[in-house]
């Protein structure tokens, strides 16, 4: 069965919702989701126009081709590099096409380009049905509760132990090699599932400060000890004000 994505309460743009019995923000995978993810056509995030261009007709295609076979898929991939206008094309064909959940490609890319990062999430929830629930690829968890209060409602998993691999511990608040920060000794195994508990703890963190309608008094936390943390708040706050009042409580 298909689950529908409800809406519970918002905390600026940030969307408190509910998937089935998944209390979102939180992981989104083919078990939360109950639904397969349709193929893609992947391409890098800096590309020139006709590659991206391509990359979305492909996607497209594939994902048609994906619904036809199996109605029950219901998550794709919003591909279209670093250009807004064709990521919200393909975000809005693929809500035509009956797909709910719509993964943000090249996640890793756009931390690294705050500007592009706002702009993107933002026009992508301007444009797309709010019952959409956008999934975006390996945040780090400094970056969980900015990207949640931007709109982003779910993360897929596998950052756990892609970091482990790398022999990184994550916090709440950064990343450690353990090369260089002796902080633990772990092997892979422990280390990954260290992980899991951190990933767990903000998602957890960042859902109650929704609850509590703190969740910018958090970011902001987070942003004094990350630069691109603070960059994307300033620009959030000087360019897109419209959006921020839209759901922002009035005290």
Not at 124 to 149: D, G, Q
Not at 158 to 168: I, K, R, T
Not at 172 to 199: G, H, P
Request: hydrophobic fraction near 35%; charge should be negative; include cysteine.
């Amino acid at each position: 069965m298909v689950e529908n994505f409800e809406i519970k309460s918002h905390d600026g743009p940030g969307r408190l919702g509910k998937l089935g019995e998944i209390q979102t923000p939180n992981i989104l995978n083919e078990v939360t989701t109950n639904s397969s993810i349709a193929k893609d056509e992947s391409v890098a995030y800096n590309v020139e126009r006709e590659i991206a261009e391509w990359s979305v007709r492909k996607t497209i295609e594939k994902a048609k081709s994906v619904k036809d076979e199996d109605p029950k898929c219901n998550v794709g991939v919003i591909q279209g590099s670093k250009y807004i206008d064709l990521r919200v094309e393909c975000g809005k064909e693929l809500e035509e096409l009956g797909y709910k959940g719509l993964i943000i490609a090249n996640g890793d890319a756009l931390l690294l380009h705050p500007r592009d990062l706002v702009d993107m999430i933002v026009e992508l929830r301007k444009n797309i049905k709010p019952s959409t629930y956008l999934i975006f690829t390996f945040a780090e968890c400094s970056f969980i509760p900015l990207l949640s209060y931007i709109g982003v409602d779910g993360f897929l998993n596998g950052a756990d132990e892609y970091y482990s691999y790398l022999n990184v511990m994550t916090t709440a608040t950064k990343n450690y090699d353990l090369e260089v920060y002796k902080i633990f000794e772990m092997n892979q195994e422990q280390l990954a599932e260290c992980n899991k508990q951190t990933i767990n703890f903000v998602l957890t963190e960042t859902r109650e400060h929704m609850r509590n309608k703190t969740l910018r008094n958090l970011v902001e936390e987070r942003g004094v000890t990350s630069p691109q943390i603070a960059s994307v708040l300033k620009l959030l706050d000087k360019n897109h004000q419209d959006y921020l009042q839209k759901y922002t409580q009035l005290y």
